[in-house]
């Protein structure tokens, strides 16, 4: 037996702990302490990763990497673990440790018995160890894949992994969280903007799956998941014609409506939000040239000199036309947007953009010139602007639709966001500013022409 006083570490890991009592690395702690005692070595201190795998060489270990850290300043000279595959699953870092041991004589050992790798022997077994180890992980992974892989190809729900806000494992919904991804889904489509939405939600004190707070990039997960409408996804790809058995949340031309609208390329392009700040902004009109209203300045919507028009009266008075027509009887009969099968429309946008792809390859490989590819993309992107109007007026749609549906129409567009504002605008109406009269200070109304669709 080694009498030698040593300075000893001790390092306890466990995988996963069900309860998250720690309970696991206690008693790994409790027997390697009876080792110290046993032998009188000193305790240089205790490092644990409670709850961390080790299959995984890119996974972080704070406990492990502050051990190597204390070894590297000479803080112990023996390190006491409960086996070897709990300090190690990966070949590579047991051959540090038994470098360590060659160069500085450290001691290792194991509370079901001593690895000298200070010996060949005790090399060659810690080696076979770990290999052994390493072998059970990749068939562990390779039967965990392949099970995955068949549950999807049945269309079975995810029993492992991340949870999705909605469903428990298995695919059963939680009525609570399918709310507040029903909510999501029902802002985006009146118009809301990603970030207004978290912002919303997390003003209203409405908890996350995880408990952290509600990021945008949290609602663009949501709003984006297939498996919402159904379908099922396997490695990051939908597996066609499968169908999921479980219960879907979202509608699914609700779903593709979204989709398409997060494809428009001025989404896309340079990831550049589209959400706007003033209601006119790209939507008004310019009377004479028809061109849109940019805002200059902060405070006037202009339009290449042709027409000025003060931003806050104009958007002012498009508010109070808007709503108003809203307070009519017949509003709800006359102003209700027409249902339309959006599949064709959705199809066709992405056969566009696919075939915009083909064409710049065939471009960049020198199988057409320059100028042959300029008028190619040209045209479909003419084409694709077609559809995306569609779609966009179809999303408009939605947004008028949400209004109409409250008790007080007029209420709820005064009270929506700017995002689903301007959606109902759109919806409803061409907004077009003219010139106005010189010399005259005063606004006048006659200036702002609103023309009913």
Excluded at 226 to 244: C, D, S, T
Aim: charged content about 30%; aromatic content about 6%.
């Amino acid at each position: 037996m080694t009498t030698a006083r040593r300075r000893a570490a001790i390092y306890t890991r466990i995988s996963l702990d069900r309860t998250g009592e720690a309970l696991g690395v206690a008693r790994q702690e409790e027997d390697a302490k009876a080792i110290l005692a046993e032998r009188g070595w000193t305790l240089a201190g205790v490092w644990s990763d409670n709850s961390i795998s080790a299959s995984d060489a890119r996974k972080v270990r704070p406990g492990y990497d502050a051990l190597v850290k204390a070894y590297d300043a000479g803080a112990f000279d023996a390190l006491v673990c409960y086996d070897l595959d709990r300090l190690t699953r990966q070949p590579r870092q047991l051959e540090d440790w038994i470098d360590a041991a060659e160069a500085s004589g450290l001691a290792l050992v194991t509370t079901n018995g001593e690895a000298d790798l200070t010996t060949d022997a005790g090399r060659l077994f810690a080696r076979i160890k770990a290999a052994v180890a390493r072998a059970e992980v990749e068939r562990k992974s390779a039967r965990q894949k392949r099970a995955e892989a068949q549950r999807a190809a049945s269309g079975k729900a995810p029993v492992k992994g991340h949870r999705l806000t909605g469903y428990a494992h298995g695919g059963a919904v939680i009525p609570e969280e399918a709310k507040v991804v029903r909510r999501i889904f029902a802002e985006f489509l009146a118009g809301g903007a990603v970030h207004g939405i978290a912002k919303r939600l997390e003003a209203d004190g409405v908890p996350t799956r995880s408990g952290r707070r509600w990021h945008p990039a949290t609602v663009k997960t949501i709003l984006t998941n297939p498996r919402y409408v159904g379908r099922v996804v396997h490695n990051g790809e939908v597996l066609a014609g499968v169908v999921g058995q479980w219960e879907p949340i979202i509608d699914g031309a609700d779903f593709d409506l979204v989709q398409a609208t997060f494809a428009a390329p001025e989404r896309k392009a340079r990831a550049v939000s589209t959400a706007r700040k003033h209601l006119g902004s790209g939507l008004y009109r310019c009377d004479e040239c028809r061109g849109p209203m940019k805002l200059a300045g902060g405070r006037s919507y202009q339009c290449h000199g042709h027409v000025s028009r003060v931003a806050h009266v104009a958007d002012g008075l498009v508010r109070e036309v808007v709503a108003e027509r809203l307070r009519q009887a017949d509003a709800a009969e006359l102003l209700a947007p027409a249902q339309a099968d959006m599949a064709p429309l959705v199809a066709e946008a992405e056969r566009l953009r696919a075939r915009i792809a083909v064409v710049d390859e065939e471009y960049l490989a020198d199988e057409i010139d320059a100028r042959l590819h300029r008028t190619k993309v040209e045209r479909l992107r003419v084409q694709l602007t077609e559809v995306e109007q569609q779609l966009g007026s179809q999303r408009n749609g939605s947004a008028l639709g949400s209004v109409l549906g409250t008790e007080d129409p007029a209420a709820a567009f005064l009270a929506a966001d700017l995002m689903a504002q301007r959606a109902v605008v759109d919806a409803l109406a061409e907004i077009r500013l003219c010139r106005g009269v010189r010399g005259r200070n005063r606004f006048d109304p006659s200036t702002v022409v609103i023309d009913w669709r």
